[in-house]
């Protein structure tokens, strides 16, 4: 069997049909390529969606298991998969037809490890339209590591490439599990191991936004727990960084800018995390005296060609200066709180 399609879902009766329509539209053998359903605990009607979905597609396969959560499902579907290769996508999003056929002939072609693609984001549920799928006249092949070091395109969400299952069985790659921001710590460690890539101009992926997504969740229960995940993933990425500062077989310098550019990226979004929720500053000063330790703050890599803006600048500049944001957080709570202001 070509490709595993592994889908995890939670809660998605009104999203999981949707998905797996456009999985079955990509110009593919139904014989070489198998999508596996994970219901990770759901309560509402996935349940019968999915049984539904299997009686209609004998290449479908359902998995039920308690909530254990999006990374642990993810390394439950990793195990199950019999394909040569592997993709992961989210339940409420979905796919251009015809997108991972075109993917699956480049890769053969080529003989990849890995594809990437471009994706759009919408609130459109309908765009699946393969008119996005252009004929490509040349493919530039690289290693994982001289993408990441090199191209704007890298991000850190795993469902924007197609990977060959055994780097990640070799290398015993697992999501971190019972966290948020899953996807990070395993990207940059996959893009390690892979020696032949390619990214393909294709904006094939529809990342559907919703307002009841796990980020946008707005209790305080939620947040905290999100909190302590950002934390999580910044020392990872700082154990990853030191990992390859002391490696000295080739030139990592450009691998390891990217990471602390994702690093500040968290700890920028961990801010705003900050004035949502009635947190003492005591303890906001101790995790952001832990992050100075390891240099991950202040932010040295967040403004940049991608975050240039006025806005992004003054922003950071009042994150950089704990001081003077600690006297602003009872305001600017407030001004939250009232809805005067909106956050990310």
């Not at 966290?179 to 191991?193: A, C, I, K």
């Not at 969740?217 to 002391?246: G, M, P, V």
């Not at 800018?257 to 949502?276: E, P």
Request: charged share 25%; glycine share 4%; aromatic share 14%.
């Amino acid at each position: 069997m070509k490709l595993s399609i592994i889908v995890p879902f939670f809660n998605a009766e009104n999203h999981l049909e949707r998905c797996v329509n456009s999985l079955v539209n990509q110009d593919l053998d139904s014989n070489h390529f198998e999508i596996i359903l994970i219901n990770d605990g759901s309560t509402d009607q996935s349940k019968g969606v999915s049984e539904k979905l299997v009686k209609l597609y004998p290449n479908i396969v359902l998995h039920t298991h308690k909530n254990i959560g999006l990374g642990a499902s993810r390394n439950v579907g990793i195990q199950m998969a019999r394909g040569e290769y592997i993709y992961f996508i989210d339940a409420d999003d979905y796919l251009v037809f015809g997108l991972l056929g075109t993917v699956l002939k480049y890769i053969q072609e080529y003989e990849l490890d890995l594809v990437g693609f471009k994706y759009l984001s919408t609130t459109a549920l309908d765009l699946f339209d393969p008119e996005a799928i252009l004929s490509i006249e040349e493919v530039n092949v690289q290693s994982g590591i001289d993408f990441v070091a090199n191209s704007k395109s890298f991000v850190v969400m795993a469902w924007w490439y197609v990977m060959k299952k055994e780097h990640v069985i070799q290398n015993n790659l697992k999501f971190p599990e019972g966290r948020y921001l899953e996807d990070g710590p395993f990207t940059f460690r996959l893009f390690l191991q892979i020696k032949r890539m390619a990214f393909l101009p294709i904006d094939g992926y529809r990342y559907v936004k919703t307002p009841n997504s796990i980020m946008n969740k707005e209790s305080r229960r939620h947040i905290i727990k999100l909190i302590d995940d950002y934390k999580y993933l910044i020392d990872n990425f700082n154990t990853l960084k030191k990992d390859l500062l002391i490696r000295k077989d080739i030139d990592y310098s450009g691998f390891i800018k990217k990471i602390q550019f994702w690093s500040d990226v968290n700890v920028y979004m961990l801010f705003y995390r900050f004035i949502k929720v009635n947190l003492p500053v005591s303890k906001i000063n101790k995790i952001l005296n832990h992050f100075e330790k390891i240099k991950a703050y202040p932010l040295k890599f967040f403004v940049g060609e991608e975050n240039n803006s006025f806005k992004h600048k003054l922003i950071t500049s009042l994150f950089n200066n704990k001081y003077l944001f600690y006297i602003s957080l009872y305001p600017l709570r407030l001004l939250y709180k009232l809805r005067i202001i909106k956050l990310p």
